[in-house]
């Protein structure tokens, strides 16, 4: 009988997508995965590789009464969790971080089962952060990891964030800058949270852009649906090419052709940008918890792959000045997609595998 990892994850895409990855790469090893999450990470599991999915009682909370309703919650996630484990035979339970994920780390450390985590974001998250010291092994996306216990300081293990088959089939593929008077791609990218600023923001700083510039961009911009027809307006007055939608789901496609992204910089965004090999100008989100975007940019922006304007600083003229810097000079867009790919794991889903199968056999 094949071997079982059960996989949680948080309801959101920067926990699911690399724990689909995973899925993918243990699932082609052979083994059988079961998904544990909560309602909300069923909108990113549609295609999750998973036999069976448990959905354990979890919460979050805040002052006195909040904190023991949530509890009791992870309490009685943690039963439901142990029975599931118990019938399935799990053999390693691999945690992405967020509440959710909370209630299969805690059964599984509790019933001595084998168990990793795995921290996207350049900065240990509140759950995993609790959970760290106790399980087997904790694996890591970027070289520093701020805010881990002592216990876990020296012992992470970087494997980089695992990034979806057809987002890594990027890595093998040459970057070509814009050339001469040809049309110059443009993709922005919002992510889910705070993501009005950008919506509102690059529409109007890319319409400011010089008119030699202006006419050969092609742009492709997720935007809220309230700031969608505003958005589609600006370009059109500015005589932009510009296709604006809620959501995109073929982003591979749309990262092939891209020449410069304008986003977030969450860990998934940034493992995927770095994987593709593309330039970027990012504004991490002022409210993530501890400063965790502005942490995840920065091996890109040391590495001279991508600029960072903070929320502060972001204003119509900021946006538009780096823009026409960067996008005028298709030299500078070649060095940003080299640097971009310097600093990938492209293999990250095999090495998290490896992690994993390796801590499962010490059991």
Same mark, same amino acid.
């Given at each position: 009988?094949? /071997?079982?990892?059960?996989?949680?994850?948080?309801?959101?895409?920067?926990?699911?997508?690399?724990? =689909? #990855?995973?899925?993918?790469?243990?699932?082609?090893?052979?083994?059988?995965?079961?998904?544990? @999450?909560?309602?909300?990470?069923?909108?990113?599991?549609?295609?999750?590789?998973?036999?069976?999915?448990?959905?354990?009682?979890?919460?979050?909370?805040?002052?006195?009464?909040?904190?023991?309703?949530?509890?009791?919650?992870? !309490?009685?996630?943690?039963?439901? #969790?142990?029975?599931?484990?118990?019938?399935?035979?799990?053999?390693?339970?691999?945690?992405?971080?967020?509440?959710?994920?909370?209630?299969?780390?805690? #059964?599984?450390?509790?019933?001595?089962?084998?168990?990793?985590?795995?921290?996207?974001?350049?900065? !240990?998250?509140? %759950?995993?952060?609790?959970?760290?010291?106790?399980?087997?092994?904790?694996?890591?996306?970027?070289?520093?990891?701020?805010?881990?216990?002592? /216990?876990? &300081?020296?012992?992470?293990?970087?494997?980089?964030?695992?990034?979806?088959?057809?987002?890594?089939?990027?890595?093998?593929?040459?970057?070509?800058?814009?050339?001469?008077?040809?049309?110059?791609?443009?993709?922005?990218?919002?992510?889910?949270?705070?993501?009005?600023?950008?919506?509102?923001?690059?529409?109007?700083?890319?319409?400011?852009?010089?008119?030699?510039?202006?006419?050969?961009?092609?742009?492709? &911009?997720?935007?809220?649906? =309230?700031?969608?027809?505003?958005?589609?307006?600006?370009?059109?007055?500015?005589?932009?090419?510009?296709?604006?939608?809620? +959501? +995109?789901?073929?982003?591979?496609?749309?990262?092939?052709?891209?020449?410069?992204?304008?986003?977030?910089?969450?860990?998934? @965004?940034?493992?995927? !940008?770095?994987? #593709?090999? !593309?330039?970027?100008?990012?504004?991490?989100?002022?409210?993530?918890?501890?400063?965790?975007?502005?942490?995840?940019?920065?091996?890109?922006?040391?590495?001279?792959?991508?600029?960072?304007?903070?929320?502060?600083?972001?204003?119509?003229?900021?946006? @538009?000045?780096?823009? =026409?810097?960067?996008?005028?000079?298709?030299?500078?867009?070649?060095?940003?997609?080299?640097?971009?790919?310097?600093?990938?794991?492209?293999?990250?889903?095999?090495?998290?595998?490896?992690?994993?199968? @390796? %801590?499962?056999?010490?059991?």
């Amino acid at each position: 009988m094949s /071997k079982l990892c059960v996989l949680a994850a948080g309801g959101t895409g920067g926990h699911m997508f690399p724990a =689909e #990855a995973l899925a993918r790469e243990l699932a082609a090893r052979g083994w059988r995965v079961v998904l544990a @999450t909560d309602r909300r990470g069923e909108q990113y599991a549609h295609a999750f590789p998973a036999e069976e999915r448990l959905a354990l009682d979890a919460a979050t909370g805040s002052g006195p009464v909040g904190l023991v309703k949530a509890g009791v919650a992870i !309490l009685k996630g943690v039963m439901q #969790a142990r029975t599931a484990f118990d019938r399935l035979g799990a053999d390693v339970v691999v945690g992405f971080g967020g509440y959710p994920s909370a209630p299969a780390l805690v #059964a599984a450390v509790t019933a001595g089962r084998p168990t990793v985590i795995h921290e996207q974001n350049a900065v !240990l998250g509140r %759950t995993n952060r609790i959970l760290a010291p106790y399980v087997r092994q904790v694996a890591s996306s970027f070289p520093t990891l701020e805010r881990a216990p002592q /216990k876990v &300081q020296g012992r992470s293990h970087v494997v980089g964030s695992p990034v979806r088959a057809d987002i890594r089939a990027l890595f093998d593929r040459p970057y070509v800058a814009p050339d001469g008077d040809g049309p110059i791609h443009v993709l922005v990218t919002g992510g889910s949270q705070g993501a009005r600023i950008l919506s509102e923001t690059t529409p109007r700083a890319l319409a400011a852009l010089p008119e030699a510039l202006r006419r050969r961009l092609r742009v492709q &911009q997720q935007s809220r649906p =309230e700031t969608l027809e505003a958005a589609r307006q600006i370009y059109l007055e500015a005589g932009v090419q510009a296709e604006v939608a809620p +959501f +995109f789901r073929d982003m591979a496609q749309r990262l092939s052709k891209a020449h410069l992204v304008v986003g977030r910089s969450g860990a998934s @965004t940034c493992a995927e !940008l770095a994987v #593709a090999a !593309l330039p970027s100008i990012l504004v991490p989100l002022k409210i993530a918890t501890d400063d965790h975007q502005r942490l995840n940019a920065k091996a890109l922006t040391d590495a001279g792959a991508a600029e960072v304007l903070l929320e502060d600083d972001l204003t119509v003229e900021s946006l @538009t000045a780096v823009l =026409e810097r960067v996008l005028s000079d298709p030299a500078r867009l070649s060095a940003m997609s080299a640097a971009a790919r310097s600093v990938a794991i492209p293999d990250a889903a095999q090495r998290l595998a490896d992690l994993v199968e @390796t %801590t499962a056999g010490r059991s």
